[in-house]
């Protein structure tokens, strides 16, 4: 019998080939833009070979009962592991995949974006010229920040951090610092990075770009600590996880005008609730979890994601595996 696979969610096209030609597996799919419910994915798991999964599933012990001891294999289709329990996955000897790599221009461009719209005030300006707001040209109406004589920090500095200097260098940024557990000296010599403290870097910085996983030890990492030392110019952009955001602190440093905007692709919970009080800023850009919604690219992650599923479940070595 060929080994059974539960997809918790509808799969962009190429991931989906993939698993469909191989003939190498009977799988049935959560054919909706929705999460499966939990009580429902807990029964679709019962004797799986394999799961396909997105970042909405939590992935612990619960879930991981529930499959059976037939699970062999948890194919993530994000860079990101968060919603995994590494420790559960591991005790059970289940091999993990995941699409790092493949998403890193699409998160670094929106990053940029999500930057720019920050510093230059894109969303206030169109909702004023849409609005009536837009009486006259002014002298200092909606200025921003600019990019040129800059200085450019990265909280946690890898693949996506380096993308998004490279894509900022030629904004003429004066300087690149950066942070992470320790020097990254290969990656930095990449952007000309200096590494510095966490207090360095929010001192220093003119754009901080949160870059890092979400593990305990960056959980809350960007707090009243952090902005309190930041400067008043200061934009901050995160694309890496909520969960690193102490969102109350942000709130009070954004409304204060301790720092002047913040960019932020991701929130705790997801969605944010519309009454959440970060909607009322004007100096607060909230986009859905985007970063890696590009059509070549979340095809790419599916497809990787699949392939990742099948050399698992063939006992070779996957093509991105998360080592445990
Ligand atoms: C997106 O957030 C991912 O982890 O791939
Ligand atoms: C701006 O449009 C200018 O002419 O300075």
Redesign the pocket.
């Known amino acids: 019998m060929l080994p059974k696979v539960y997809v918790t969610r509808k799969v962009p096209p190429d991931g989906l080939d993939i698993l469909r030609k191989s003939g190498q597996v009977q799988f049935e799919m959560w054919d909706s833009d929705d999460p499966v419910p939990r009580v429902e994915l807990l029964k679709k798991v019962k004797g799986c070979d394999g799961i396909l999964c997105v ?1 909405t599933e939590k992935i612990d012990a619960q879930l991981l009962d529930a499959a059976g001891p037939n699970l062999k294999v948890l194919s993530t289709m ?3 592991f968060d919603h995994l329990s590494l420790d559960e996955l591991k005790k059970r000897g289940i091999r993990v995949g995941y ?1 790092p790599d493949v ?1 890193t221009d699409a998160v670094a461009e929106l990053t940029v974006a999500l930057l720019l719209a920050t510093s230059r005030r894109l969303i206030e300006a169109t909702h004023e010229a849409k609005t009536g707001g837009w009486g006259t040209w002014r002298t200092l109406w909606l200025c921003g920040h600019e990019l040129a004589n800059s200085t450019v920090g990265i909280l946690g500095l890898g693949r996506i951090g380096v993308a998004i200097a490279e894509r900022l260098k030629p904004f003429k940024v004066k300087k690149f610092i950066y942070t992470d557990v320790e020097p990254r000296p290969e990656l930095a010599k990449m952007i000309e990075a200096e590494y510095v403290s966490l207090d360095e870097l929010a001192k220093q910085s003119d754009f901080l770009a949160i870059c890092c996983a979400l593990t305990p030890e960056t959980h809350g990492i960007c707090n009243w600590n952090l902005f309190s030392k930041m400067k008043k110019n200061a934009i901050f952009i995160n694309t890496s996880r909520g969960g690193v955001v102490n969102q109350e602190d942000l709130y009070e440093a954004l409304s204060t005008g301790l720092i002047a905007g913040a960019g932020l692709d991701v929130t705790t919970p997801e969605p944010l609730p519309t009454h959440h009080p970060l909607f009322t800023l004007k100096n607060c850009v909230i986009l859905p ?1 985007i ?2 919604a590009s059509y070549t690219t979340r095809n790419a992650m599916s497809a990787l994601a699949a392939n990742n599923l099948l050399a698992g479940l063939r006992g070779e070595p996957m093509p991105k595996e998360l080592k445990l």
Do not use: E, K, N, R
């Open positions: 970042l994000s860079v990101g699409t998403l979890h970063a890696s």
